[in-house]
């Protein structure tokens, strides 16, 4: 009888110190948001989180982890390389689908959505179509019908398994480049004219009425850049808007995210308005390939502490702009990195004189970085009134 009494008398302190002391420990908490993933993190939001994946990492014996990772951590995929005209069709009308299949079977193993990257781009061509345009022996009507057939197999081929395609990449020139005033730049403009941008969307709907469809660029992050006559956001901005004008089945910008802590950097608020810009012509957005690098220089390389940490952290504060201003619009669909493991970064091997790396949320040894801390806590400290569920859109047609 005692002893009932004095652990009944026991439990009441104990609930009185609870009330007193309202927060319960980590170990108490029904549910610990720091232990979620990202992917469980953003679904609270609608938001897909993904990665870009390289699919001989993804299949190396001796990368388990990459594999978990990329399973555990994100709810959408992107094809590093494998998607891309010269990966697809090496050698002309043999096309090789083994390598994009497996992303794509993988993603469905893994519950996950795809971002087709790339029908339309300059870069990665196949040898013989930019070498048999250079010859002469493919003239610009071949060309157009060319490209034409290569949207309609692509995108026939993984009708209804793609979630967004990047219909066109990097159309547009920079304030750096030659001439200086905004143009449309690259192979296709130089062969077929700017109209390609608009056939290539026309041809994607045709043959693929599901998935939405998306222009992709760097250095769109944000409105007012320096000239304004030379502001390549704003010539995106008008560009999508004269699409829509015209009836072009268009449904998203994609905003790739390739940064680096040793330019200026953005806030949220500018970012977040810029995307606000482009929902508010109707359209959805995404981060489609963010990185921040930094330069390795050489006391980085010798490992001093004082030149790490200032960079770890400014590139985590752009993961963190970037991901809170897509936080803040409801039709910033996606949040995808290039790569998350700097074991398996392209920003080494591409970005080598001066040389810089340290762009991505994990170390080479798949520890994660501030980075992704941040993005975590951005995920579970956000919410209404200002972070609202994602709204879902419908394809246009
Ligand atoms: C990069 C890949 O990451 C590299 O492995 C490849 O060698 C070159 O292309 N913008 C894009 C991506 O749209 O397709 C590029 O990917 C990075 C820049």
């Known amino acids: ?41 953003g679904q609270r939001h609608g938001l897909y989180v993904g990665t870009a994946v390289d699919m001989a990492a993804l299949a190396d014996p001796a990368e388990p982890r990459y594999r978990e ?38 993603a469905r193993r893994n519950g996950q959505k ?27 009507t071949e060309l157009r019908s060319i490209l034409r057939k290569h949207i309609t197999t692509v995108a026939s081929r993984y009708r209804g398994k793609i979630w967004q395609w990047d219909v066109v990449n990097e159309a547009v020139s920079d304030p750096w480049d030659t001439p200086s005033t905004l143009h449309y730049k690259g192979f296709w403009a130089e062969h077929l004219g700017p109209g390609y941008v608009a056939d290539a969307f026309r041809w994607a709907r045709a043959a693929d009425p599901t998935a939405l469809l998306f222009y992709n660029d760097y250095n769109i992050e944000a409105f007012g850049s320096g000239d304004p006559a030379n502001d390549k956001t704003q010539f995106v901005y008008d560009m999508v808007k004269g699409l829509l004008a015209r009836g ?16 200026g ?51 985590a504060a752009n993961f963190h702009v970037l991901l809170q201003a897509c936080l803040a619009e409801p039709r910033c669909l996606s949040f995808t990195v290039w790569g998350f493991t700097d074991r398996h970064s392209w920003v080494p091997g591409t970005f080598d004189d001066p040389p810089q790396g340290l762009a991505t949320i994990y170390d080479e040894n798949y520890q994660p970085k501030r980075a992704y801390q941040v993005m ?4 579970i400290y956000a919410g209404p009134p200002y972070v609202r569920m994602r709204a879902t859109p419908k394809p246009r047609r």
């Open 114 to 140: 795809v971002r087709g990257h790339v029908l339309v781009w300059h870069s990665q061509l196949p040898k013989w179509l930019t070498d048999g345009v250079a010859d002469g022996s493919i003239d610009n």
């Open 69 to 106: 990772i990329v399973r555990d951590e994100f709810s959408t995929v992107t094809a590093e390389n494998v998607m891309k005209w010269e990966s697809l069709e090496p050698t002309r009308g043999n096309y090789d689908w083994a390598a994009a299949d497996e992303l794509v079977a993988t």
């Open 265 to 315: 950097n953005y806030d949220t608020l500018q970012v977040a308005d810029a995307l606000h810009r482009f929902a508010g012509l109707g359209l959805s957005t995404a981060f489609t390939e963010v990185d921040v690098r930094s330069r390795l220089t050489d006391g980085v390389q010798a490992g001093d502490s004082e030149e790490i940490n200032p960079r770890l952290q400014a590139s």
């Open 1 to 41: 009888m005692m002893l009932r009494r004095w652990m009944a008398a026991g439990l009441v302190a104990v609930a009185t110190a609870g009330v007193l002391n309202a927060v319960p420990a980590a170990a108490e908490r029904p549910y610990d948001p720091t232990a979620q993933s990202l992917r469980a993190l």
């Open 376 to 379: 975590k806590a951005d995920l």
């Open 248 to 263: 072009v089945p268009i449904d998203g910008v994609g905003s790739q995210g390739h940064l680096g802590t040793q330019y």
